[in-house]
């Protein structure tokens, strides 16, 4: 069975910092594109970042402005998102994801999505 279990959330101010993890399990992570989504209230999912199976490619939706950082460990099938300055526009539920196509971005499995918000 699949599980992706996103963990690290919470509550920060702006210009704090926090590191999202995803763990993986019941498919071949190594070979699984990854990617963290975010969801505000009452509007769709949006793609924040993408890296490669390898590790070796990553990319960003522009508006991050290199505040976030994407990797992933394929040893301990766990997939990361360090943000960094966070502001009150990042808060929303951050979902980790899992697709075989880079070129689609049809999503092949989700997480349940994990908290962050950002507020004084």
């Known amino acids: 069975q699949v599980h992706l279990v996103e963990s690290g959330g919470g509550l920060v101010q702006p210009g704090g910092s926090l590191k999202l993890s995803c763990v993986a399990s019941g498919f071949p992570f190594r070979d699984y594109h990854m990617s963290w989504y975010r969801q505000f209230p009452g509007k769709e999912r949006e793609i924040v970042a993408s890296?490669?199976?390898?590790?070796?490619?990553?990319n960003y939706e522009d508006s991050i402005n290199g505040r976030f950082t994407i990797s992933r460990d394929n040893t301990n099938n766990t997939l990361f998102l360090q943000m960094d300055n966070l502001q009150p526009e990042d808060t929303a539920t951050y979902y980790c994801?899992?697709?075989?196509?880079?070129?689609?971005?049809?999503?092949?499995?989700w997480g349940q999505g994990t908290q962050v918000t950002v507020s004084s």
């Open positions: 890296i490669r199976n390898s590790g070796y490619k990553t």
């Open positions: 994801a899992a697709r075989r196509n880079w070129i689609s971005l049809v999503v092949d499995y």
